[in-house]
């Protein structure tokens, strides 16, 4: 069975950090972008940043340049997303999400081949 999980989600103060964890189960990450997604109250689920299977594109929205940082590590069938400086506004669930390239941004109407179950992440003091 194909899954992405995203373990890492929690509750952390404004200007706090925490990183997220995409993890793969039953496939290879290697050949796929990744992009991670948040989706807050109310709000469309709108993507925070994708990775190239290369690891050598990142595109981050400009809500968060400068305080986000998304990588990958092959070896270990994981991406990640390392959030700094983080935001009440920050407050979502966050996704993880696989696909061929880095297109889409919003979903619906763009959509990924393989999504995770999402992970909850709180930035309240």
């Known amino acids: 069975q194909l899954q992405l999980e995203e373990p890492g989600g929690g509750l952390v103060q404004p200007g706090g950090s925490l990183r997220l964890s995409c993890a793969a189960s039953g496939f290879t990450l290697a050949p796929y972008a990744i992009g991670w997604f948040r989706q807050a109250p109310g709000k469309e689920r709108e993507r925070v940043s994708c990775i190239a299977s290369s690891g050598g594109s990142t595109k981050p929205a400009d809500s968060v340049k400068g305080r986000f940082t998304i990588s990958r590590d092959n070896a270990k069938n994981t991406v990640y997303l390392q959030m700094n400086s983080l935001k009440p506004e920050d407050t979502a669930i966050y996704y993880c999400?696989?696909?061929?390239?880095?297109?889409?941004?919003?979903?619906?109407?763009?959509?990924?081949?393989?999504w995770g179950k999402g992970t909850l992440v709180t930035v309240s003091s």
């Open positions: 999400a696989a696909d061929r390239a880095c297109i889409a941004t919003i979903y619906p109407p763009y959509d990924m081949d393989y």
